[in-house]
């Protein structure tokens, strides 16, 4: 069963930055894309950003082009997400997924981290 | 960006029953469309890919149909662990854009 847990969720102001980290297990992390999508307090899903099986490219949500930044290691199989200058409008739990790989759609989710910027 | 609009936003069913929920993508986007169930305080859990493929280990009551720019989610034979919120994503083009939800409720 492919197992990611997410963590660097937490309480941040507005401003600052934080890096969420995703432990992947019992899959070969090198072999799949993998994203982030994130989800604000009542809301619906929003897709955050992808990076390609080798970290060779790596797309954006407009909202955060310029700000967060994906990568991955994958000698720790671990995924990450460095997030610059949050913004309130960044509050939201945060879910790594790996791709399917035979189509562009996030297929397994960790459950979440809860990131809060507020002063 | 495309945009993926979904109705009805909310919908009320008995136990048993046949539900569908449609989205709608702002241009063509081929069958380039997936469906995910999220229930209160959890993941979401993939259901369907490629508008009408169901996911390993997905029961055959759920099925997608559709292609271009409308869809339809269908769910028979509504069960408890069913009611939940549903969405939809295209991924034909980044950034990929999901649907607001469906929230199915029981009646």
């Known amino acids: 069963q492919v197992q990611l847990v997410e963590s660097g969720g937490g309480v941040v102001q507005p401003g600052r930055s934080l890096r969420l980290s995703c432990a992947a297990s019992?899959?070969?992390?090198?072999?799949?894309?993998m994203h982030w999508v994130r989800q604000a307090p009542g809301k619906g899903l929003e897709w955050v950003a992808v990076i390609s099986y080798d970290g060779s490219n790596e797309y954006y949500t407009d909202s955060v082009k310029g700000r967060f930044t994906i990568s991955r290691d994958n000698s720790k199989n671990t995924l990450y997400l460095q997030m610059n200058s949050l913004r309130a409008e960044d509050t939201a739990v945060y879910y790594c997924?790996?791709?399917?790989?035979?189509?562009?759609?996030?297929?397994?989710w960790g459950q979440g981290t809860l990131v809060t910027v507020s002063s | 960006d495309i945009q993926m609009t979904q109705s009805p936003s909310s919908l009320s069913a008995y136990v048993g029953d046949r539900v569908s929920i449609t989205c709608r993508a702002s241009q063509d986007i081929s069958h380039y469309l997936a469906w995910f169930q999220q229930k209160p305080g959890k993941a979401p859990k993939s259901l369907i890919y490629a508008a009408s493929r169901l996911q390993s280990g997905v029961p055959s009551k759920f099925s997608g149909s559709g292609s271009g720019t409308d869809f339809t989610l269908t769910i028979s034979s509504l069960q408890p662990e069913d009611f939940a919120t549903y969405y939809c994503q295209q991924y034909i083009r980044y950034p990929l854009t999901f649907g607001q939800g469906t929230r199915l409720e029981i009646k």
């Open positions: 997924a790996r791709d399917l790989g035979e189509a562009t759609v996030p297929v397994t």
């Open positions: 019992t899959f070969t992390f090198s072999d799949y894309a």
